[in-house]
């Protein structure tokens, strides 16, 4: 199967599997697990932070930052398409008590302008605005890259308002390639930060999040509430240290892989590319090729092929580490097969 579903499908690497099976562990829940330490001080220095917390899972990560940064009854600006608001079960709402106001973005970036018309004024009438999420890369736009420029520009006014600014960066990786920007960078104009491990970045498990040493004590007990005190987690932390030392500038490579998919897939009468291909996702239009979005996820899957539904008439692609440019021709094989 060429499996082009998701980057979450990445399997651990050799690498990986050794460093899972020689990690030193630890109680973490008492501090001593000195892997997972060693992760969390990695990716702080990384990303320009004080601190940082080994989570399950994005998700796990993004809720954590939520239920931390804000207050029952607080209200949260972010993308009408971002993952938290999309993706994520309501668990905001269910979890932390806020309410989100959607702003629409373009190709997801949320402007300083509808930003700022977004924020609350102090009236006893309306909740207060607790948090801003950013999200880069932005899923639902194709892997869409936030400007550095933009990103700056919004935490500058987010800090005149004094609302902290989380980034859901579980492709910030792909970003930082793709814009040859420092991950730090994304650190400075930014509060906290989400990054997957588990993604392009081929780990099996995890994300982290980064952040103040406050906010970090604070989301640590946040986790500890949610069931996440892991013990001898330096099994997952070590390929996650892997991960970061290793998988990060080969980035690229999926990059190159999703512009030839996108190329070849440009050329098949009755497709079309939705999005502008900046990282590793492609988004095909399929309204003209007169079959319909299950039609066309059956077929590729009867041919060798897996990609996933992304909307009434769009299908996604993601390229990844276990995606080979030998598989990404052979996938175009298929889509001009069933084109017809
Ligand atoms: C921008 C962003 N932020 C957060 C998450 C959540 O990460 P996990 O909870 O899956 O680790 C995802 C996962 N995205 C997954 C995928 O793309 O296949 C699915 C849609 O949940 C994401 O794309």
């Known amino acids: 199967m060429i499996d082009l579903r998701s980057d979450t499908v990445t399997k651990p690497t050799e690498e990986m599997r050794k460093a899972m099976y020689e990690a030193e562990v630890g109680d973490d829940v008492y501090g001593e697990d ?3 330490n060693k992760l969390e001080k990695r990716a702080a220095q990384m990303l320009g932070k004080e601190d940082a917390l080994f989570v399950t899972s994005g998700t796990q990560g993004n809720q954590i930052a939520v239920l931390t940064h804000c207050q029952p009854g607080n209200e949260i600006i972010l993308e009408e398409e971002s993952h938290v ?17 959607t702003v629409k973005g373009k190709r997801g970036n949320m402007t300083v302008e509808a930003i700022k018309a977004a924020i609350r004024p102090v009236d006893i009438h309306m909740p207060k605005t607790g948090l801003i999420i950013l999200e880069n890369t932005h899923n639902r736009a194709g892997g869409a890259v936030y400007p550095l420029e933009d990103m700056k520009n919004i935490y500058q006014l987010a800090q005149e308002k004094g609302i902290p600014v989380h980034i859901d960066g579980a492709r910030l990786f792909n970003a930082a390639v793709a814009s040859d920007v420092a991950l730090s960078e994304y650190g400075r104009y930014s509060d906290t930060i989400q990054v997957c491990l588990s993604k392009g970045l081929g780990a099996p498990v995890g994300s982290v999040i980064a952040g103040s040493k406050e906010f970090i004590e604070e989301a640590r007990r946040w986790r500890k509430m949610l069931g996440g005190g892991l013990r001898q987690v330096g099994v997952l932390a070590a390929p996650g240290l892997v991960a970061l030392d290793n998988m990060i500038d080969r980035l690229s490579h999926d990059h190159k892989k999703a512009r030839v998919l996108a190329e070849g897939i440009s050329t098949i009468k009755g497709l079309s ?64 097969k069933i084109a017809g």
């Open 273 to 336: 590319v939705k999005n502008n291909v900046e990282t590793n996702i492609v988004v095909v239009d399929i309204s003209e090729s007169g079959k319909n979005v299950g039609q066309w996820t059956e077929k590729l899957k009867e041919n060798g092929v897996l990609a996933v539904a992304f909307g009434e008439n769009l299908l996604r692609f993601v390229t990844h580490y276990d995606v080979s440019e030998e598989e990404i021709q052979r996938a175009l094989s298929v889509l001009n």
């Open 34 to 36: 000195p892997t997972v």
């Open 85 to 101: 608001f999309y993706y994520e079960g309501a668990g905001i709402s269910a979890l932390a008590g806020v309410q989100p106001r």
